[in-house]
């Protein structure tokens, strides 16, 4: 075995030599001066001062030299190294002082600033007169019934003795679903609410049936593909039109005030007879057709003293049947409105699109009752 090979001392030896070194150790402050955040300076300290960094790297390899150029060499690394971690500790300091500094301008809450003059939401009108509706008749004893938005043509249609080729289908422009051989259509009134109802229950009946319906018209002023409807029905014995005349009535002046009662005109559903258009006296002019000056028309009914509101009828024995209902030993009525409608001349409103543009400011006019 040979000793320590003592003559031979490469202390010229790369990257040990002095050069090598200085521009290690320099090229470390600079990257460390460079760091612009602590983020960074991690980066900087893994590869100029980690393990694996050139400097790290030469350390290692101080042990594999001859003794003096182990000491030379390890004098100019740990000074190097020694410089860096200093460096390194140096610009630790500033940056997290400097983190800290913006951290306190970032997140600073200013106690100032007013804490009750959050708004509030508001309820939306459609919404609010909804249950304002269902509560009127709820008070009667009446209960509120609901059904999908999604709906079987034969509840929509059928059941209601509109069959496929009854002329009045066409009036309610309808949105089919895919695939058609299923014949399921987004309801295009709230009617078939009427026929789950006395499918699943026996009478007496009396529901009240808000919600949304479905048809395919143009977007504009006083049309929506999607709008609202409010059902009413009951099937009991002995139920006459007197019985239906006297619950519109009421459910008029619950909604516009005393007085405001209904008028029928004769009309068709196929799903009544006899059926009837509902008008209301005019709440404004009180069915004088006359402005309040009394110079002209009446505004809101345009000078008519009545308002068209909805349609009714007593319910037709061929809709009884069609929902297992005994036609011999019950009678029943229906009617149905328009919710958007009611608001809108309720409230002026000209444009049946405010009600679903969502606007806040809107709905607020109605005011914020929770
Ligand atoms: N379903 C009708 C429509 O959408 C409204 C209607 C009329 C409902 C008469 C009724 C009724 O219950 O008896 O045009």
Redesign the pocket.
């Known amino acids: 075995m040979s000793g320590p090979n003592n003559s031979y001392d490469p202390v010229q030896v790369t990257p040990l030599g002095e050069e090598q070194v200085v521009a290690m150790r320099d090229a470390a402050l600079a990257a460390i001066a460079g760091a612009v955040d602590l983020e960074a300076l991690k980066v900087v300290r893994s590869d100029h001062a980690g393990d694996r960094s050139p400097l790290g790297l030469a350390n290692r390899e101080i042990g594999a030299l001859p003794p003096q150029a182990k000491k030379d060499a390890g004098m100019r690394i740990g000074q190097a190294r020694a410089a860096v971690n200093q460096a390194m500790a140096a610009r630790q300091e500033v940056l997290e002082a400097e983190a800290e500094a913006q951290m306190l301008v970032t997140e600073t809450v200013d106690v100032t600033l007013p804490w009750d003059r959050t708004p509030r939401g508001a309820r939306h009108p459609i919404t609010m007169m909804s249950e304002r509706i269902a509560d009127i008749f709820v008070a009667m004893g009446w209960e509120v019934a609901e059904g999908p938005l999604v709906e079987a043509e034969w509840l929509n249609f059928d059941a ?1 003795n509109l069959g496929a080729d009854h002329p009045a289908r066409t ?2 422009d309808t949105f089919w679903t895919e695939p058609a051989e299923n014949h399921v259509v987004l309801r ?4 078939p609410v ?1 026929a789950r109802t006395m499918l699943t229950r026996t009478p007496p009946i009396y529901v009240v049936c808000p919600g949304r ?1 479905f048809r395919t018209d143009e977007y504009d002023a006083t049309h929506s593909p999607m709008f609202h ?1 409010v ?3 009951v099937v009991d014995e002995g139920i006459t039109m007197a019985h239906l005349k006297g619950s519109l009535d009421h459910f008029a002046q619950a909604v516009f005030g005393e007085g405001i009662t209904t008028r029928f005109r004769p009309s068709y ?1 196929p ?2 007879e006899p ?1 009837a258009e509902v008008d209301l006296i005019c709440f404004v002019c009180r069915g004088t057709g006359q402005n309040e000056v009394g110079d002209g028309s009446c505004r809101t009914c345009r000078g008519e003293g009545w308002i068209e509101w ?4 007593v ?1 037709n024995p061929r809709v009884l049947v069609a929902c297992g209902v005994d036609p011999e030993r019950y009678t029943g ?5 328009g919710i958007d409608r009611t608001l809108m001349f309720r409230h002026g409103v000209d444009d049946l699109r405010s009600f679903f543009e969502g606007d806040v400011r809107f709905s607020r006019a109605f005011g914020t009752e929770i």
């Open positions: 209601l009036m309610q295009t009134h709230t009617s009427q319906v409807q059902e009413g029905l559903f799903f009544t059926s909805g349609g009714c009828g319910v009525f229906a009617f149905g409105m």
